[in-house]
């Protein structure tokens, strides 16, 4: 699944030469305030960059759900399993076919359910920052 | 021939020496004593007994009052409403001070405590000096101040490397931890620095075995940077002690110049108790000429 999402960080140095080569080709950030997607927990979900497209500040990013579900280790009576510390234990299994919609479902609903404004703001991310001349 | 008093006789109406001994009505106070008095009228006796100094509406002594009280009775102070220890005067007697504290805002806390306030005309930023735009997050405005402070990512830098003749570059990860993350901070695992001679399509890719620990060990997210620019996040860290695969690749074209590509661990965790263990894995960047 794809979603388009707005972007922060700063720009320090732009080479439309370089973008025909895909990814972030011919974009580099600051390695302090890196280029990124606004910071949004999308959940147990894992994303890739497709593309960037500074006309419209946004990153194209392909999302895929998590294979595996992280829960709270119970024993038979349901009562949480420690360890020796005392912390409790996990256990990790795959997750269901439901489940891994449900990630999805919930990634797609937190970004097109909103606007991008309503992100930036929901985010706190200032806007893209693009510093340098040259840049667009 | 006057009247004489002889101690131990009364003036009650007795004569002494012929003459008849009287009383007389004092204004200095309101007690008639027994006795005989001469014809007189009580407004002669105390100049104070007025129409003027009587209420409208109420007649002394025939003297019926001119006097109309002022209406105050929409007044609605009460002792809470009025800064201690000022005085006042409500409807009913008697006299009330006001018990309203005075309080301050101070830069030690949030505070903000009910009374009244003396003000600052250097406003806030007079109290506590750190609220200034530089302190506070670029695009967020606090109290009039839009912040112009940078996020940045939190180079708590577990290890480097950098080779500015390589086009390739790895780094075996064994046992890698990162410090305590931060609510909504970043911890960097390692940090690559290839220079690159020409323009050139900088690759970076990592596989790990990790897990997160702390309370928002499930939380917690890795995610990979080229040259300053976001490559992808894993999905959450599997919780204490149960470490699981996590892998990316990445890639961008560059300029010629130093580049760096560096592995992080970012924590959507609310408390700041969570941290990101490696026992193992591969981070790898490489330089294809174009």
Redesign the interface.
Known sequence: MRLTIPLTGTILEYHPELLQYGGSSGISGDPNDPVRPVTIDLGNVSWKLVSIDLETETMEIEVTPSDNVSELDLDTEGKQKVDTEGKPLYKTRPATGVEKLGFLDNAKNLIEGHTKDELYQISKCPKLKKPLKGVQ | MSPVAISGVDKQGVYVNGVQVKQALDPANETVNKGVYDPTTLSAVDGDLAVGNIEQGVTIFGKLGTVVPMDVSDANAAVGDVKDPKTFYSVAAPRKTGTMPTVAITAANDDYPAGYHAGNVGGLDAIDADLAPGNI????TIFGKLGTY????T?DVQDSDVDSAATTLSRQLDYEVTSYIAA?ADGVFLTLTINCAQ?T?LEAAYFVNACGDGAG???L?L?M????????????L?????F?LFY?T??????SGN??V?LNC?S?EASDNSRAFISGGLFAAACRL?
Do not use: L, P
């Open positions: 997050k670029d695009g967020v940078a996020q940045t990512i180079h909504g323009a399509v060990a499930n939380n997210k995610q940077y080229i040259d300053g620019v976001a490559q992808g996040e894993s999905a959450n599997t919780a204490s002690g149960v699981h990316d990445g890639y961008g074209s560059v300029a580049r760096i560096y970012h959507y174009v």
